[in-house]
């Protein structure tokens, strides 16, 4: 790693075709999606692709096509988050091998209850660096269910160096980034924030240097990013606030299947089909997230037109 990575790192969709199988050619057309996108990087296996629905030979598999799709155009994270250290580590030199520049994960944790204590975590987290040897974003997620506290996280990043990347998204995000940034100092090397960038210009103000959004409109958002570290807040907010009802819409009305709606809308993809137990978007709410969409005319909604 030789520069910090900056900037907007969205996360890819997994495609499907109707019946649930997966649908390599449309994963590969969401890569080239993404790149003219301008997206700085790209992240695939997330819980936004979908990957507690996947196998994991098609975590495999889509992990291969994805990095020989992008072929180096820009740095891919590949996300390799398991309770169990043993296959987190599997999953992470894998991702080495096939070419991936950062990993993200969540910490170790199983259901509600299964948890690794502070230093079971750092041995978790070490052990992965060790093997994959490439930079870490640490996922700070409730899904994880786990608290992992500003001391805790500048302990890890100083016991584990390559942990150096930190994605929050909490309630009180922006909070949390700045205490991290101001505890952590040069081991915080790349403070992002996520879902879906609800709290974008909130967590900018606070010190992010980078955002990890869907993949819907990413086009939309980077000039936000790029406006604010030029200094120019108040076109970054003008931005931001067009912009800000389909985040909205998306984050509280639709979740992964927005990305999903634009893109078969736009031709990009074939299915906007979600594995089961997943539901299909209703029609009205999809139809209310399209009219939004149109009004904005994102790259998405054209692409494959």
């Given at each position: 790693?030789?520069?910090?990575?900056?900037?907007?790192?969205?996360?890819?969709?997994?495609?499907?075709?109707?019946?649930?199988?997966?649908?390599?050619?449309?994963?590969?057309?969401?890569?080239?999606?993404?790149?003219?996108?301008?997206?700085?990087?790209?992240?695939?296996?997330?819980?936004?692709?979908?990957?507690?629905?996947?196998?994991?030979?098609?975590?495999?598999?889509?992990?291969?096509?994805?990095?020989?799709?992008?072929?180096?155009?820009?740095?891919?994270?590949?996300?390799?988050?398991?309770?169990?250290?043993?296959?987190?580590?599997?999953?992470?030199?894998?991702?080495?091998?096939?070419?991936?520049?950062?990993?993200?994960?969540?910490?170790?944790?199983?259901?509600?209850?299964?948890?690794?204590?502070?230093?079971?975590?750092?041995?978790?987290?070490?052990?992965?660096?060790?093997?994959?040897?490439?930079?870490?974003?640490?996922?700070?997620?409730?899904?994880?269910?786990?608290?992992?506290?500003?001391?805790?996280?500048?302990?890890?990043?100083?016991?584990?160096?390559?942990?150096?990347?930190?994605?929050?998204?909490?309630?009180?995000?922006?909070?949390?980034?700045?205490?991290?940034?101001?505890?952590?100092?040069?081991?915080?090397?790349?403070?992002?924030?996520?879902?879906?960038?609800?709290?974008?210009?909130?967590?900018?103000?606070?010190?992010?240097?980078?955002?990890?959004?869907?993949?819907?409109?990413?086009?939309?958002?980077?000039?936000?990013?790029?406006?604010?570290?030029?200094?120019?807040?108040?076109?970054?907010?003008?931005?931001?606030r067009d912009v800000l009802p389909i985040i909205n819409f998306e984050n509280r009305q639709c979740g992964l299947r927005a990305t999903k709606a634009l893109m078969k809308e736009g031709g990009v993809?074939?299915?906007?089909?979600?594995?089961?137990?997943?539901?299909?978007?209703?029609?009205?709410?999809?139809?209310?997230?399209?009219?939004?969409?149109?009004?904005?005319?994102?790259?998405?909604?054209?692409?494959?037109?």
């Open positions: 790693m030789t520069e910090a990575y900056k900037g907007i790192f969205p996360i890819a969709p997994t495609i499907f075709h109707d019946n649930g199988d997966l649908d390599i050619e449309g994963n590969k057309r969401v890569m080239d999606l993404m790149i003219d996108q301008g997206v700085d990087g790209i992240c695939i296996l997330a819980n936004y692709s979908e990957q507690f629905l996947l196998t994991d030979e098609e975590r495999h598999q889509v992990m291969l096509l994805s990095i020989e799709q992008v072929a180096g155009r820009v740095p891919v994270i590949v996300t390799t988050s398991h309770f169990s250290t043993r296959i987190a580590a599997q999953r992470a030199k894998a991702a080495a091998d096939a070419g991936a520049k950062m990993l993200m994960m969540m910490p170790p944790y199983h259901g509600a209850l299964l948890k690794a204590d502070e230093d079971g975590m750092i041995e978790h987290f070490a052990h992965v660096a060790d093997v994959s040897g490439l930079p870490i974003i640490l996922q700070d997620a409730p899904l994880a269910g786990v608290n992992m506290s500003v001391p805790f996280m500048v302990r890890l990043a100083k016991a584990v160096p390559l942990v150096c990347y930190f994605k929050i998204e909490i309630a009180g995000t922006a909070n949390k980034l700045r205490a991290l940034i101001e505890a952590g100092g040069k081991a915080v090397v790349g403070p992002f924030d996520g879902e879906e960038a609800i709290t974008l210009m909130a967590d900018l103000d606070a010190g992010a240097t980078g955002t990890m959004t869907s993949a819907m409109i990413p086009d939309l958002i980077k000039p936000i990013v790029t406006a604010h570290a030029a200094g120019d807040r108040k076109k970054a907010a003008a931005l931001y993809i074939k299915s906007e089909a979600v594995r089961h137990p997943l539901v299909p978007l209703h029609p009205k709410t999809r139809e209310g997230l399209i009219e939004l969409a149109r009004e904005l005319d994102p790259l998405a909604l054209r692409w494959g037109k």
